[in-house]
């Protein structure tokens, strides 16, 4: 099953699809917005405890559903000061440190940090890493671990294979192969990359800064100098995908309690400086 599955994501239109479904995703139209949302939050049951809208016909589309808020105080932050805050709610894939340029995808697989963020990606060697994957019942705003400045992003064209157990183990590369958002911060505690990763259906990533919109038609790098505070929104998901963090050698001190398989949310101390 696994196989056919991996084989059809293969030979579908994969932007053109997504396109489609990113479409209906932001129509106004009663019947496709209640429908969308209604059948979504059932198969996924959603919880909306946390949103700062609690009725499920609050949202004027299923974006807006999906990108939705979370109530004030929803996700306290760390009380410690150097505390990595987690940028978002989510499931950790892999973590550990970055081998070299070698980052884990899951077992048998690894991937080059070039291949991931090219030159943005520079300073990590030897560094350390956490991968976290969004599933669609999460919420999808992605917000920064500590307080930094941003100063690079580059924008990353590529495929839109889903991002799961099944792809990660059954696609090399996969990350690099996706379409991503790699974004460089230089924080107190040295420099910290961000990468936002793609995924079939997702309609879009977006960022609170301007800059070229998704789906990507070719690279582009921007330099940028804007300050944001830890736990902070720099951007979100339409549809779920993938965030990887990376922090430089001896820059940070991850968690012992994270592994493969943690359940995270946003908010909680997942390391510190």
Same mark, same amino acid.
Request: with cysteine; glycine share 10%.
């Given at each position: ?8 994501? +293969?030979? *579908? ?34 919880? /909306?405890?946390?949103?700062?809208? +609690? ?8 974006? #807006? %559903? ?10 306290? /932050?760390? =009380? ?14 892999? $973590?550990?440190? $970055?081998?070299?340029? *070698? ?18 990606? +520079? !300073? %990590?060697?030897? !560094?350390?890493?956490?991968? $976290? ?37 059954? $696609? ?45 038609? =070719? ?18 998901? /339409? ?10 050698? #001896?820059?940070?001190? /991850?968690?012992?309690? *994270? ?13 510190? !400086?």
């Amino acid at each position: 099953m696994s196989g056919f599955f991996l084989g059809l994501q +293969k030979v *579908l239109p994969q932007h053109g699809l997504s396109r489609l479904v990113g479409w209906l995703a932001q129509s106004q139209i009663p019947v496709i917005r209640r429908s969308f949302i209604h059948l979504f939050a059932k198969a996924y049951d959603i919880s /909306l405890a946390d949103a700062e809208r +609690k009725g499920l016909d609050d949202y004027k589309s299923f974006n #807006d %559903f999906f990108t939705r808020a979370l109530a004030d105080g929803a996700r306290p /932050l760390p =009380e410690q000061p150097n505390a990595l805050a987690c940028p978002v709610d989510g499931t950790v894939s892999q $973590i550990g440190q $970055i081998q070299s340029d *070698l980052l884990m995808q899951a077992k048998g697989h690894q991937y080059t940090l070039n291949s991931l963020a090219s030159t943005t990606g +520079k !300073g %990590f060697e030897d !560094g350390d890493f956490c991968t $976290i994957y969004l599933a669609p019942s999460n919420y999808h705003r992605i917000h920064l671990p500590c307080d930094g400045t941003l100063v690079e992003t580059r924008a990353i064209p590529g495929a839109l294979f889903s991002v799961n157990g099944v792809t990660e183990a059954g $696609i090399p590369g996969l990350f690099c192969r996706n379409e991503r958002l790699v974004c460089r911060f230089e924080t107190e505690h040295g420099p910290m990359l961000l990468v936002l990763v793609g995924a079939l259906i997702v309609a879009s990533i977006e960022t609170v800064w301007e800059g070229p919109a998704s789906p990507y038609r =070719e690279e582009i790098v921007t330099q940028h100098d804007q300050a944001f505070k830890r736990g902070e929104e720099i951007g979100r998901f /339409l549809l779920g995908s993938t965030v990887i963090c990376c922090f430089a050698k #001896d820059a940070v001190r /991850l968690a012992e309690h *994270l592994d493969a398989g943690t359940v995270v949310r946003l908010g909680e101390s997942i390391g510190r !400086g």
